[in-house]
């Protein structure tokens, strides 16, 4: 049968009436730009791997086994005021504050150590299978990252996974994700060995937009290949992003902007 001579172009026309509702998790998600709003000092020898300020101080989990330990620092100063050092076996990953209680997960050993935040005195500890990586929180659920594109949610009383999601730009899975932080609404990660966070939907995994933080700490200031872009920490009360990285000289407070009005 030969089509009616509009066939061809009602096609079409139905082909981009469908296109519209393709969802939009299928498209690359936008790339953001930065500006420094400010620097504060960091330590060259902290191995960031944990990263949240919360009541005046920035809290940091800092890793390699043998050296792990948590921290409580004065933003300013960078002065160290606690100090809580892991046994030389763990290798120290993300924290989390939860009530009166600071949480501490381990790269491959296992244990997540639970702390009196006010004393950093031991409390508790849990037991987990499978990597620890980045780890941040919800007002109900702890949110869990472990090298993969899967973030994990846990209940704060067990830590035990209740459900997960799998993080993707459009199609393509993120994986490597690493350090988190949770900001009004959104999930932010830093993706191991890049340059960018990602800001991703805690319902579907979808990626909502990229920070392209390329250029924030000069190469001749980074102590080696490993000092790349790890820590995300935010200031509710006054709306403050703070990011650093391993074993970097400063932290960096910054905004995020169009790329067409980056900064430094």
């Known amino acids: 049968m030969v089509p009616p001579p509009n066939f061809s172009r009602c096609w079409a026309w139905v082909l981009a009436f469908a296109a519209c509702f393709i969802p939009h998790c299928a498209l690359a998600a936008p790339v953001l730009g930065y500006q420094v ?3 504060y000092p960091h330590s060259t020898e902290s191995y960031t791997e944990g990263f949240f300020f919360l009541d005046g101080l920035f809290y940091e989990g800092i890793g390699i086994a043998g050296h792990s330990a948590l921290l409580a620092i004065e933003p300013q ?15 120290g990953e993300g924290i989390i504050d939860w009530g009166a209680n600071v949480y501490q997960w381990t790269w491959q050993s296992g244990i997540c150590f639970v702390y009196d935040r006010f004393s950093l005195r031991p409390v508790k500890q849990f037991t987990y299978s499978g990597e620890g990586w ?4 919800t007002a109900r659920e702890i949110i869990t990252s472990d ?19 799998v ?6 899975e993120i994986d490597q994700l690493n350090e988190l932080e949770f900001i009004q609404g959104e999930i932010y990660a830093n993706v ?3 340059d960018r966070i990602a800001r991703i939907n805690p319902r579907d995994g979808r990626v909502i937009a990229w920070i392209d933080l390329s250029g924030l700490l000069p190469p001749d200031q980074m102590v080696n290949q490993e000092s790349v872009l790890n820590g995300i920490a935010y200031d ?5 992003l703070f990011v650093t990285g391993k074993q970097w000289p400063a932290v960096f407070e910054i905004k995020v902007v169009p790329r067409s009005d980056q900064k430094r």
Not at 134 to 137: A, D, F, K, L
């Open 37 to 39: 709003v400010a620097k």
């Open 167 to 172: 993080v993707k730009d459009g199609a393509t």
């Open 192 to 194: 191991w060995h890049s």
């Open 134 to 137: 980045g780890m941040t929180r």
């Open 77 to 91: 100063s960078g002065r160290v005021v606690q100090k809580r050092d892991l046994p030389a076996q763990y290798f």
């Open 236 to 240: 509710s009360s006054r709306k403050r």
């Open 147 to 165: 090298g993969s594109s899967t973030l994990r949610f846990r209940d704060p009383l067990t830590f035990k996974e209740t459900h997960h999601i």
